[in-house]
């Protein structure tokens, strides 16, 4: 059913449409596509997103998959009831919020990941290493890279765990803008999006 907020069928809801909390990192609109995009969603998937946010994420997948079950995994307790209270806006119901610092509370999770969405976390290479064993065949990680480092760590992982079907996208996107009295394009920084499927 879809939301009052946002009554479309099209993924892809508007920045402002979201609660906030200073600090936290909002996954931006074109960037979400992408994500979503390489996520290869499937109507009952069950999907992890680790380091969740302000809970983007998990809203356009409960939105785009209301038999599919969610999890967002987020390690600050404010920040973790910033995503239930935009699941809530937004009449989301199978998002599963869990506090808790990852890897180590993967192993908590009762149900295994069939998607992995990864946002954030700085030992990525022990998250990747912990997320493949939990992935069936076929499943899908996807990871975002804001910097060189977090390429190489997870180009390196990726390849370390034989991931196949690897693909890496870099968004570059412009928004136009009222600054002052011009309409200006501004920049959205660039993000490395990579993928890959475990088919072993």
Same mark, same amino acid.
């Given at each position: ?10 993924? #892809? ?18 960037? /979400? ?105 076929? #499943? ?34 412009? /928004?136009?803008?009222?600054? #002052? ?20």
């Amino acid at each position: 059913m879809p939301s009052q907020l946002w009554p479309y069928i099209t993924p #892809g809801i508007p920045d402002e449409l979201f609660d906030r909390l200073p600090g936290i990192p909002l996954s931006k609109r074109e960037v /979400r596509l992408l994500l979503l995009s390489a996520l290869r969603l499937e109507p009952k998937s069950v999907v992890w997103d680790i380091g969740a946010g302000t809970g983007t994420i998990p809203v356009e997948i409960g939105l785009l998959c209301p038999q599919g079950r969610i999890v967002a995994i987020e390690r600050d307790e404010e920040v973790a009831s910033l995503i239930r209270h935009n699941c809530d806006r937004f009449g989301v119901n199978n998002v599963e919020v869990i506090e808790g610092t990852a890897p180590e509370c993967l192993a908590d999770i009762s149900h295994s990941p069939q998607r992995v969405c990864i946002e954030g976390g700085r030992p990525i290479r022990e998250i990747l290493k912990q997320v493949w064993q939990y992935l069936p065949f076929q #499943g899908r990680v996807v990871a975002t890279a804001g910097n060189l480092e977090s390429l190489y760590a997870i180009s390196e992982s990726f390849s370390q765990l034989h991931a196949r079907n690897i693909e890496v996208v870099q968004s570059a996107v412009n /928004r136009l803008e009222g600054r #002052g009295r011009h309409q200006t394009l501004v920049a959205i920084d660039p993000i490395f999006i990579l993928s890959g499927e475990k088919l072993e």
